[in-house]
């Protein structure tokens, strides 16, 4: 396993808000605040300390607006994208004398504002999309018309997702709700049409998390405060579980909160049944493999009872974990690879690439080799798809499981490492591949040391600093002390000052500058959550929202007008010309 950030000029050194891989090819699509849809060629570099080679393909230029989406349809034949202002296009593949390209089929209008996210349905009859006027629309492709809209929402909806079973729908929204709509068709004139109709509002838990805590209610998503447009969840692909970010929860009433994912069992989607810490940054997006494993036989006590291994990756809005249903711990962890916050991740078709976006302006890359992840699970063996309400995560009635390792010994193990690896950390550029990774049988992988090593004067000044400085990943167990994990960690934070990332004042951008750059539109800020309780509190949401709207706002922003010819061509990659930086090697965990 490899990765880092590859350091090309990806959108102009604007942020690049999404990305997915062709479903049959390893053809990179990425889009982004300077309006435009990029395509990119993925290939090996042929050498084992080398990242992928990117190569440009195409670009296409309709979009008038940052595009926040962009998702091809199972087939590859078809592209969707969304973007500011709710414009949604449908995107067709033809093939000339010239090539393949890229043609405008559809343009979907029926949103009033920015669309967030969406998803296609498994046969790409449907796409359903949500956006900042908190509204989640089901739009028929072919038609290219609005078949319902589903208007729950008191606020901005982030995520949505379609379980591949077509029986449900789902919506995240800065309300702090996530909404399950199941399908109940009606006929009309003879002909079944879908209608989707909400059956589950999952907003506070209603058990204790531990045995021995009070039993109380309390919120598990964050609120509208939370620093990014996107609460991306996904379906497991055979729709026996939903993975949803944006978790945050309460061990005591006294306690600090704790970022998590959360997984909803199929057969009970009322409340989660597992969740996942992830250390101290929210949870933005999480995204499956489209490959099944076979089963490694390494943890027969596991929270899953399935015929195979499904892997997925849980996205920070600074890291990167990835799990699979065979273990209780993350397989691997990434850390330190942006300077902003991470907006999207997305799987290449053979599991072979592993790549996320950032509002830095970069997207990084993570190689796998020939049978890292394990041996595909071939269809033939066992029947993949799971018939409702016959759910194998292996959860109790009682409790919400933390699967994950001890807290103290995590910890331990953690600051030993740091210790004994001082003598070998290097300060190394954003091109560079990550410093270590946390594999599945425990062993720390090599830093490689791709790309430029740049010099930064005093290094033995630098480590100085960074020791005292380094963030700590933690897991948290439910017999661990949760107390003091969240102590330390909160004074590791504060020592840092700048939550686990190196910005150096050439690379920053502060809240003054971006709120001089683009002034805050005032139609992302008029509606607040409904949930909230007297006057003065909607006052005190409604100034936080304006606030956390024009900073967020300033970040995404491009300019009035799309200034300038592209840089690129079809033969030639563009060189960024962004300043090195120094990064803090990532730090590896043993599970």
Same mark, same amino acid.
């Given at each position: 396993m490899k990765g880092g950030t590859v350091q090309i000029s990806w959108h102009d050194g604007k942020p690049v808000l999404t990305l997915d891989f062709h479903p049959h090819s390893a053809t990179l699509a990425t889009a982004g605040a300077d309006f435009d849809i990029k395509f990119w060629q993925i290939k090996p570099a042929g050498s084992p300390k080398k990242l992928p080679v990117v190569s440009y393909l195409s670009n296409l230029s309709y979009h008038s607006s940052a595009v926040n989406v962009i998702r091809f349809s199972s087939s590859g034949e078809l592209l969707a994208s969304g973007a500011d202002g709710g414009d949604l296009i449908i995107w067709k593949l033809h093939s000339t004398d010239a090539g393949q390209t890229w043609k405008v089929l559809k343009m979907l209008r029926s949103h009033h504002k920015d669309i967030l996210d969406l998803q296609w349905s498994t046969d790409a009859t449907y796409i359903i999309s949500g956006s900042v006027d908190n509204c989640c629309i089901i739009w028929d492709v072919n038609k290219g018309t609005n078949l319902q809209t589903l208007d729950t929402h008191a606020h901005y909806v982030q995520g949505v997702a379609w379980d591949p079973l077509g029986k449900y729908v789902t919506s995240l929204s800065s309300d702090r709700t996530c909404r399950i709509y199941m399908n109940k068709p009606h006929k009309s004139k003879g002909i079944e049409k879908i209608n989707y109709v909400c059956q589950q509002v999952i907003s506070k838990a209603d058990q204790p998390l531990f045995k021995n805590s009070k039993e109380t209610k309390f919120h598990l998503f964050h609120d509208e405060t939370l620093p990014s447009f996107f609460r991306r969840l996904a379906w497991s692909p055979d729709g026996s579980f939903l993975l949803v970010p944006a978790g945050s929860y309460k061990?005591?009433?006294?306690? %600090?909160?704790?970022?998590?994912?959360?997984?909803? $069992?199929?057969?009970? *989607? /009322?409340?989660?049944?597992?969740?996942?810490? @992830?250390?101290?940054?929210?949870?933005?997006?999480?995204?499956?493999?489209?490959?099944? &494993?076979?089963?490694?036989?390494?943890?027969?006590?596991?929270?899953?009872?399935?015929?195979?291994?499904?892997?997925?990756?849980?996205?920070?809005?600074?890291?990167?974990?990835?799990?699979?249903?065979?273990?209780?711990?993350?397989?691997?962890?990434?850390?330190? *690879?942006?300077?902003?916050?991470?907006?999207?991740? +997305?799987?290449?078709?053979?599991?072979?690439? *592993?790549?996320?976006? /950032?509002?830095?302006?970069? @997207?990084?890359?993570? %190689? &796998?080799?020939?049978? %890292? *992840?394990? /041996?595909?699970?071939?269809? /033939?063996?066992?029947?993949?798809?799971?018939?409702?309400?016959?759910? +194998?995560?292996?959860?109790?009635?009682?409790?919400?499981?933390?699967?994950?390792?001890?807290?103290?010994?995590?910890?331990?193990?953690?600051?030993?490492?740091?210790?004994?690896?001082?003598?070998?950390?290097?300060?190394? %550029?954003?091109?560079?591949?990550?410093?270590?990774?946390?594999?599945? $049988?425990?062993k720390t992988v090599t830093q490689e040391k791709a790309g430029m090593i740049q010099s930064t004067g005093n290094l033995a000044d630098f480590r100085k600093n960074e020791a005292a400085g380094k963030a700590v990943y933690m897991v948290i167990e439910a017999t661990g002390d949760v107390g003091g994990v969240i102590a330390d960690s909160r004074k590791n934070e504060a020592e840092e000052k700048t939550d686990d990332m190196v910005i150096e004042t050439t690379g920053s951008i502060d809240a003054a500058e971006l709120d001089r750059r683009k002034a805050e539109p005032e139609d992302k800020a008029e509606k607040q959550p409904a949930n909230l309780d007297s006057d003065g509190k909607q006052a005190e949401a409604k100034e936080k929202t304006k606030t956390l709207q024009s900073s967020l706002d300033g970040i995404k922003s491009g300019a009035e007008e799309k200034a300038g010819p592209q840089l690129f061509n079809p033969k030639s990659t563009p060189i960024s010309n962004k300043p090195a930086k120094k990064r803090i090697t990532p730090t590896a965990i043993d599970p």
């Open positions: 061990i005591s009433t006294a306690s %600090e909160s704790v970022n998590a994912a959360y997984i909803f $069992s199929r057969k009970d *989607l /009322s409340r989660p049944a597992i969740q996942l810490p @992830c250390a101290s940054k929210a949870v933005v997006a999480v995204r499956f493999c489209p490959i099944f &494993f076979k089963l490694r036989g390494t943890n027969s006590a596991g929270l899953f009872k399935f015929p195979y291994r499904i892997i997925f990756a849980v996205a920070t809005l600074n890291s990167l974990y990835i799990y699979d249903t065979e273990s209780t711990s993350p397989i691997a962890v990434l850390a330190g *690879l942006h300077y902003a916050a991470i907006t999207d991740i +997305t799987w290449s078709s053979d599991a072979h690439y *592993l790549a996320l976006s /950032s509002q830095d302006g970069f @997207c990084s890359l993570v %190689e &796998f080799e020939n049978d %890292e *992840l394990g /041996s595909p699970y071939s269809l /033939s063996e066992g029947k993949v798809s799971n018939k409702d309400g016959r759910s +194998t995560v292996q959860t109790t009635n009682d409790t919400v499981t933390v699967p994950t390792g001890n807290v103290s010994a995590v910890l331990a193990e953690s600051k030993k490492m740091e210790s004994e690896d001082t003598a070998d950390d290097v300060v190394i %550029e954003a091109s560079g591949n990550i410093g270590a990774v946390v594999t599945e $049988s425990g």
